[in-house]
């Protein structure tokens, strides 16, 4: 979804239950998506990638999908963890090289719920 | 080592001081990036270097000046800042590959008086 203001999106999760964080792209050239997870007071860190010919893939616990046909991204977090508490960014990469270009959507907060 | 370092970590600026941010890494990697982030946004890209030479200038103002001395280090220079420009902002590198993961340092939180 999509900031109002000063307000990030939130998504309220459980511990244990799996968490779904949503992201819609905007350029169809776009050939390589990047989700990043970002603490409080610190840089954001990658957490998995995904490349525009493939619309899965699974890391440690994260799984991303990737819907060419409606410009959509998803991350999914199976048994969601405190420590899983962070903004999410999704980001989409524009061009090659030197003109390389990533560009974030506007986050999502997850709050675990102990 | 897949540590980017930026110093300081925090920094407080007259709107007639210059100061400088410096970024760091050893992994190699021929891209450096800055970006600024505002609180509860995304990161913004500033400026990109590839190579040592600045490939893209995303329209940042005069009073952002960076600096790529070496393949290691990138600088930001600040001269005339206004208040709206405090923020965290961002040091990334990127080894070069087209889908090589950007590695970001954790920022230096700035804020102009």
């Known amino acids: 979804g999509e900031s109002v203001g000063l307000h990030l999106p939130t998504l309220s999760v459980q511990e244990g239950d799996n968490s779904i964080i949503n992201c819609a792209y905007s350029?169809?050239?776009?050939?390589?998506f990047i989700w990043y997870k970002q603490e409080s007071g610190k840089g954001p860190q990658f957490i998995i990638d995904?490349?525009?010919?493939?619309d899965k893939r699974q890391g440690q616990r994260v799984t991303v999908l990737l819907n060419k046909t409606v410009k959509h991204l998803s991350l999914q977090i199976a048994a969601t963890q405190p420590g899983d508490s962070a903004v999410y960014f999704c980001a989409e990469n524009i061009g090659s090289g030197g003109y390389q270009k990533v560009t974030f959507g506007t986050g999502t907060k997850l709050q675990v719920i102990p | 080592d897949t540590e980017v370092t930026q110093t300081p970590k925090h920094l407080v600026m007259g709107m007639t001081n210059k100061k400088s941010l410096k970024c760091e890494q050893h992994m190699g990697h021929r891209a450096m990036y800055w970006y600024k982030q505002k609180a509860k946004k995304p990161p913004e890209l500033m400026f990109v270097?590839?190579?040592?030479?600045?490939?893209i200038n995303e329209s940042v103002p005069s009073r952002f000046s960076p600096e790529c001395p070496n393949s290691s280090l990138l600088n930001l220079h600040l001269h005339a800042l206004q208040p709206e420009d405090s923020a965290l902002y961002l040091c990334?590198?990127?080894?070069?590959?087209?889908?090589?993961?950007?590695?970001f340092g954790p920022g230096t939180r700035l804020t102009v008086l």
């Open positions: 270097y590839s190579y040592e030479k600045l490939s």
């Open positions: 995904i490349r525009s010919n493939m």
């Open positions: 990334a590198s990127r080894r070069g590959g087209d889908t090589d993961t950007q590695y």
């Open positions: 350029n169809s050239a776009s050939d390589y």
